[in-house]
C-alpha cells in the first residue's frame, strides 16, 4: 500500500508521523520505503547517514524534474529504504507548471516499476498543496493527514481532502483519514 501523510499545514507533525510509522513497521520486519518529497528534507536528514554530501541528482528531484528512475537509499534503520529528498525541490512548482506531459504522475510512473519490492510505502509530503503533493496523490492508494485539534486547524481538511477527490477522480470515502497528532492540553 502507497500512503501519503499530508496537509496545507505546517507543525502538524507530518514527518514525525512518517518517520514514526516507517520505522516501526520496519521494526516489525516489514520492507518499508519511505519517500521524502518535502523541500525541507527533515526525513532524509534523520535518515540518510551522507545527507549532507547528497547531490539534486542523487534525490526525489532527479525523478520529479528530470524523470528518472527513483533514487532508493539504504536508511540507518534495517528494512527501511528512503528516497531522499533536496533542497531544490522547492523550485518544482515553478518548473511543472510549464510541463505539458504527464506532470502529476511523475513520481506513479517511477514509484510502480519497484513498488512490489515494498510491502509499505510513505510519502513525506510538504505544507502545501502543490505539485509536489499531486504527485503524491497521483501515487498513493490512501492519504493520512495529520491535523492539530482547533477550528482553524480541522478547517484545513475540507480543502485538502476535495484536493484528493479531484485526483482520485471520484470521491472516496476512504481515501483519506484525518487523525490527530498534535495535542495542546
Not at 525541507?40 to 545527507?51: E, I, M, R
Not at 499531486?134 to 481538511?157: M, W
Request: aromatic fraction near 4%.
Amino acid at each position: 500500500m502507497v500512503l501519503s501523510i499530508a496537509s496545507q499545514k505546517g507543525g502538524v507533525g507530518k514527518t514525525t508521523t512518517s518517520i514514526s510509522l516507517a520505522a516501526g513497521l520496519a521494526h516489525q520486519g516489514k520492507h518499508v520505503l519511505l519517500v521524502d518529497i518535502d523541500s525541507q528534507a527533515n526525513s532524509s536528514k534523520v535518515l540518510v547517514d551522507d545527507f549532507p554530501h547528497l547531490h539534486a541528482d542523487e534525490s526525489i528531484y532527479a525523478t520529479i524534474i528530470d524523470r528518472k528512475p527513483l533514487p532508493v537509499r539504504l536508511s540507518t534503520i534495517p528494512n527501511l529504504d528512503v528516497v531522499p529528498s533536496h533542497i531544490l525541490l522547492s523550485n518544482t512548482d515553478v518548473k511543472l507548471t510549464a510541463a505539458i506531459d504527464h506532470r502529476e504522475a511523475r513520481l506513479k510512473a517511477q514509484l510502480d516499476v519497484i513498488r512490489e519490492r515494498y510491502e509499505h510505502v510513505l510519502i513525506d509530503c510538504p505544507p502545501a498543496l502543490s505539485w509536489l503533493t499531486i504527485n503524491a496523490f497521483t501515487a498513493s492508494d490512501r492519504v493520512l493527514i495529520p491535523v492539530a485539534p482547533g477550528y482553524f486547524e480541522l478547517d484545513s481538511i475540507v480543502q485538502i481532502s476535495k484536493t484528493v477527490q479531484v485526483v482520485c477522480n471520484a470521491p472516496r470515502a476512504d481515501s483519506t483519514a484525518p487523525m490527530c497528532v498534535v495535542c495542546d492540553p
